[in-house]
């Protein structure tokens, strides 16, 4: 990779594409009938400025947090070990404990006890997924979504009365969304709360068994309140979703009116009390609405600022998008885990006597094994940076200058909801990936539950479904490409998407993206002229990021293509966007993929020269190429890929792998979990092999 980039010359998102000058780039090029050795030097890698760099700003709060689940290690022998009650109570006794260092409040305002950095509260949570995630769960739980929606969705009654108890632990709640008839679908949640004006109360009902409150998190056992999400009907006119502040317990009583069930054994985060909630006309006072987007006054009278319905909507759940990063960072460090175990057993097991009569060689050492492992060291490296750009976009946006007065820049929400939401996606497919890799390649040891896998594999499993569907949360991403961020975004379904990009010429769709515009910017700086993407450098940045910025912008257009033709054929505009969802979930891949390795690319080119850049660069490589290889029958099929070049990739990879593999141990000792979060004695804590 190289050093210096030409600054972005467009606000548009999809034209911030970095490049980098060709003279430095074409100096790291690795041509394929060159020697892999030849001119290079193994580089060093220090360990703690690794770890600084990838701790970023937040080292201290990062180091807390670590300190914190080394003094609790026990629990992840308690998970093993206690029965699901006694589990659940040792659950929640360590997230108290851990609230009384102040490393769970982080994001809330100082006046209740809080940090104030919604930055710093996000990197605190990530780290935590380095331990017992019953524990992870919790905490966003508590803090994330049912604090969370107290503080985005209140107003200073509700803050005043609830946050100082909540950020202290001294109050537990839960966050009543989900129903079991309509999962994603938020906006046709069944839950109704009905204004009494007579009374100045609302009425919170479940009319029927698909609108009970389902999956929801410390609802089983431990709240004592609840955020529900209802349809608010006044004066016989519903105003949409809106939420609640509606007492479940009191002193460990079930209160009347209120129902709730165990969801029961589950795969995994059984330290959770799940549970399901019923609502018999619980009454509740008008205060108990959170009402920082809509009120209803003593008479009755709905008011909001914002008028249009779906606008208010949207709105609302979008004062909630640090859970969706949150859970995307956790599913990132989880996978750092599984890593530094199956690593570290790596350079230790030994297996066949492959290059020595008289010693079996090295797991790492064979190339399949670091094919297996290395590139998802890289791929994960590459998330990590991409989840830092998101959560300093939260921050930003949220605890930034600026953040939540009159005015403050909708435009950059919609950004960030569109980037949590693809790098979530593929940050929990990422740690489901890696996790079930590292278990195989630590063989039967990688089955003991001692040595983590277990826990790991079950306890991760259910991220790439809640606080969004992955896949729901990809047509969320491709919605904002279609529509370039418009105003239409807010209040727009599938089908409103559907009619809105036919409403549209194609060209105008194509033209932004600008597919042709891309190719001879890459023309004027790489070699080859009108065969740059043959004849470019495989490790120059430029071509890496022009491979992946035609992919998405060729898949965006054939959407719109797609809609556009189903449109004008007569065809249902439903049924058009079900016909084309495939293309719509693969060209948002493709467009989160680019912002990955972008985040990368722009990592590297800021440190300075030395070993750790000439490390990262390599990384960089590793994971920009085996990005391309995995999609090469695409590139293939569109002509910007011949075999002969995609051999040549694969080969460069090999060649990458073959470098990397004496860094291994360093670069995942850099994740810097604890070492008393790796347990796995088996595994790391005496020497395996035929003779040791």
């Known amino acids: 990779m190289a050093t210096d980039q030409v600054p972005p010359t467009s606000s548009d998102p999809l034209d911030e594409m970095p490049t980098v000058e060709p003279e430095a780039a074409t100096a790291h090029i690795d041509d394929s009938d060159v ?25 201290e709060v990062r180091d807390l947090v670590r300190a914190n689940l080394a003094e609790h290690a026990q629990i992840l022998v308690d998970e093993e070990q206690m029965t699901t009650a006694d589990f659940r109570e040792r659950v929640k006794d360590v997230v108290v404990m851990m609230a009384g260092t102040g490393q769970t409040g982080m994001g809330f305002p100082e006046a209740y006890g809080g940090g104030g950095d919604i930055g710093a509260s996000v990197a605190a949570f990530g ?74 109360e609302f009425v919170i009902t479940t009319p029927d068994e698909p609108s009970r409150k389902d999956y929801i998190g410390n609802a089983a056992a431990h709240a004592e309140l609840a955020v529900v999400f209802a349809q608010l009907e006044v ?13 479940i317990r009191e002193d460990g009583r079930v209160l009347d009116g209120v129902r709730i069930e165990d969801c029961g054994p589950k795969m995994g985060l059984n330290g959770v009390d799940n549970g399901r909630l019923w609502f018999d006309g619980v009454r509740v006072p008008r205060s108990a609405l959170l009402n920082q987007f809509a009120e209803v006054t003593p008479e009755g009278r709905y008011l909001s600022p914002i008028d249009n319905p779906n606008k208010r909507f949207f709105t609302m759940l979008g004062t909630l998008v640090q859970g969706r990063v949150c859970v995307g960072g956790a599913g990132i460090n989880a996978a750092k885990v599984a890593l530094t175990i199956a690593t570290r057993y790596a350079v230790r097991r030994r297996q066949f006597e492959a290059v020595s009569p008289d010693e079996e060689q090295v797991l790492l050492d064979y190339g399949m094994h670091q094919r297996r492992l290395l590139p998802l060291v890289a791929r994960t490296y590459a998330l990590h940076f991409a989840q830092e750009v998101v959560a300093g976009q939260l921050h930003d946006v949220f605890s930034g200058p600026g ?67 992955n896949h729901v949360l990809l047509q969320l991403v491709a919605k904002g490409l279609l529509t370039d961020y418009a105003g239409e975004f807010e209040d727009m379904d599938q089908l409103g998407m559907a009619r809105f990009v036919a409403g549209l010429a194609v060209e ?44 998405e912008e060729h898949m965006i257009g054939g959407v719109a293509r797609r809609l556009k033709r189903g449109i004008d054929q007569g065809m249902n505009p439903g049924a058009v966007f079900s016909r084309v969802q495939d293309h719509v979930i693969a060209a948002a891949r493709a467009h989160t993929e680019r912002l990955v390795l972008e985040a990368f690319v722009l990592k590297a080119a800021e440190l300075p020269d030395g070993d750790l850049k000439v490390a990262l660069n390599l990384l960089c490589d590793l994971h920009a190429l085996t990005t391309i290889e995995a999609d090469r ?24 792998c073959r470098k990397v593999r004496p860094l291994a141990v360093d670069l995942v000792d850099a994740f810097g979990v604890p070492e008393e979060m790796l347990r796995s004695a088996e595994l790391l804590g005496w020497p395996i092999g035929s003779d040791d």
């Open 127 to 200: 780290t935590l997924a380095f331990g017992d995630l019953s524990v992870l769960v919790k905490v966003g739980v508590q803090f994330g979504l049912f604090g969370g929606a107290i503080l985005q969705l209140g107003t200073k009654h509700h803050h005043d009365a609830h946050l100082a108890d909540l950020v202290a632990g001294r109050t537990m709640g839960c966050f009543a969304m989900t129903e079991s008839g309509h999962g994603s679908n938020v906006q046709a949640l069944g839950t109704v709360a009905t204004y009494d004006a007579a009374a100045q």
């Open 508 to 551: 105008t769709v194509v033209e932004r993206t600008a597919v042709h515009k891309l190719v001879q910017s890459v023309r004027d700086l790489l070699p080859g002229g009108d065969r740059w993407d043959q004849e470019a450098g495989l490790l120059d940045p430029n071509y890496q990021l022009a491979m992946l910025r035609f992919r």
């Open 403 to 469: 953040a939540g007065e009159e005015g403050s820049d909708e435009h950059a929400r919609r950004v960030l909801e569109s980037r949590a939401a693809g790098t979530k996606a593929l940050g929990t497919w990422h740690a489901t990936r890696t996790i079930q890799e590292c278990r195989e390649a630590c063989g039967g040891a990688g089955y003991l539950s001692e040595n983590r896998f277990a826990a790991l594999k079950a306890d991760t499993d259910v991220f790439t479904t809640f606080e969004g569907d």
């Open 633 to 656: 029958a695409w590139y293939m099929e569109h002509g910007r890929l011949s075999s002969t070049r995609s051999k040549a990739i694969s080969r460069e990879i090999n060649a990458l």
């Open 35 to 59: 020697p892999a050795d030849k001119g290079y030097r193994q580089p060093e890698v220090d360990v703690d400025a690794l770890r600084t760099l990838l701790d970023g700003r937040y080292r």
């Open 235 to 247: 004066d016989g006119e519903g105003h949409g979703v809106h939420a609640f502040v509606v007492p």
